[in-house]
């Protein structure tokens, strides 16, 4: 692999907990710099990194600046802060990974595409559950035609009581929404990225903040324990979505609903075949014979660190990144329509 001198923009605990240690085990990549509006956080992470000396700033604008010979930067910042950031560093030619959701909006996002084609750097969004090994696995048997025409996609990413307390997940402002932008973008990606990524056309849905300012129901403790009177974003939301191709696609998903079970996974419907994930079967017949398939035995998979080693491969290599931004751009539209929808009442067209 080429050598890299790489930048962390807001290093907060995915930056500390999956970027550094996946950046450290890349022999090839240096970390050149780090930033974050909160001292703190970058004394903290002179720490992690055993380096006292990296050059540290409280704004990414000063760290662009100073320029430094980056390569590439990964933005890990709140949701708010990932376009303005990712525009500036793409109009000075240096690559973006930057941590999903692509951005708060569909407008935002597109800015972001927008300075993606004028520059010489590209732009990257970590929705690593396509990293997952299950999902992984799947994809093979989708892309080799296993389930035939798929027309049928559900998308979930449902947690009976998981309100992130730290930063400002609860912050509609600064995060544009709750668990359909934090998680079900997650879902969303994964499965629009099974079936091909085609066209969304249209889309309803609806939002509810039912449990979250609720003083008498369980926290998980720890970081799990939130501000509940601040608390204005939804904890749970569906969607449904009609694309160009035919198929439709359900998505739920939960910060905190009645559930039995947490549930993070897929479904999908195809003419040959259907598939379920946590845990991975295969729905299928064969010799007038119904089959499930399940697996012996999957690869263990370690997404953050395997979506920023294939990112850093591409580059190496110049092939295409693996994870495209006009992918991660149709996440946040449909999202976007279904924070519409939820306030209007009305289908989305797109
Ligand atoms: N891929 C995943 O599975 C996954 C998991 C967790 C979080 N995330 C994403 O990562 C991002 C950060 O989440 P987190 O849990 O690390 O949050 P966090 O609050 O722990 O860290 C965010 C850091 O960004 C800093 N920051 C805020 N505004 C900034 C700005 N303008 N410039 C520089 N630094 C700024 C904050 O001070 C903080 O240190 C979010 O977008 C979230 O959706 C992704």
Do not use: Q, T
């Given at each position: 692999m080429k050598k890299f001198r790489v930048g962390l923009v807001g290093v907060g605990s995915i930056c500390n907990g999956a970027h550094i240690p996946a950046l450290k085990a890349?022999?090839?990549?240096?970390?050149a710099a780090i930033c974050d509006i909160d001292p703190k956080a970058l004394e903290n992470t002179k720490k992690n990194l055993g380096n006292e000396n990296v050059p540290a700033f409280l704004s990414h604008k000063e760290m662009l600046e100073k320029r430094?010979?980056?390569?590439a930067v990964h933005i890990c910042t709140p949701n708010y802060a990932h376009s303005p950031i990712a525009c500036d560093f793409l109009a000075a030619d240096i690559h973006v990974f930057t941590?999903?959701?692509?951005?708060?909006t569909r407008a935002e996002a597109a800015k972001m595409l927008e300075a993606e084609k004028k520059s010489k750097a590209v732009l990257s969004v970590g929705?690593?559950?396509?990293?997952n090994n299950e999902m992984a696995a799947l994809k093979k048997f989708v892309d080799a035609g296993r389930?035939?025409?798929?027309?049928y996609a559900k998308a979930i990413s449902n947690r009976r009581?998981?309100?992130?307390?730290?930063?400002?997940?609860?912050d509609l402002e600064k995060q544009g929404g709750g668990c359909m932008i934090d998680c079900g973008c997650h879902a969303l990606d994964t499965a629009l990225w099974l079936v091909g990524n085609p066209r969304p056309v249209s889309v309803s849905g609806c939002s509810y903040g039912?449990?979250?300012?609720?003083?008498?129901i369980a926290d998980m403790g720890?970081?799990?324990?939130?501000d509940r009177d601040n608390f204005?974003?939804?904890d749970f939301c569906t969607g449904f979505v009609k694309f160009e191709n035919g198929l439709t696609m359900y998505i739920e998903t939960s910060?905190?609903?009645?559930?039995e079970n947490d549930y993070f996974g897929v479904q999908l419907i195809g003419d040959k075949g259907g598939a379920t994930t946590a845990p991975l079967k295969i729905f299928t017949d064969e010799n007038k014979v119904m089959l499930d398939i399940t697996p012996h035995y999957l690869q263990p998979a370690s997404p953050h660190a395997d979506e920023i080693i294939d990112f850093y491969t591409a580059l190496s290599d110049g092939?295409?990144?693996?994870?495209?931004a006009w992918q991660a751009y149709d996440v946040i539209s449909i999202i976007d329509a279904i924070y519409e929808s939820a306030r209007t009442g009305e289908t989305v067209k797109l």
């Open positions: 890349i022999p090839e990549i240096e970390i430094l010979d980056l390569d941590e999903k959701p692509i951005s708060m929705h690593c559950w396509r990293y389930l035939g025409e798929i027309y009581r998981g309100i992130p307390g730290w930063g400002v997940f609860c039912k449990l979250g300012r609720n003083k008498e720890g970081g799990w324990s939130w204005n974003i939804e910060f905190a609903a009645h559930i092939s295409e990144i693996p994870i495209k």
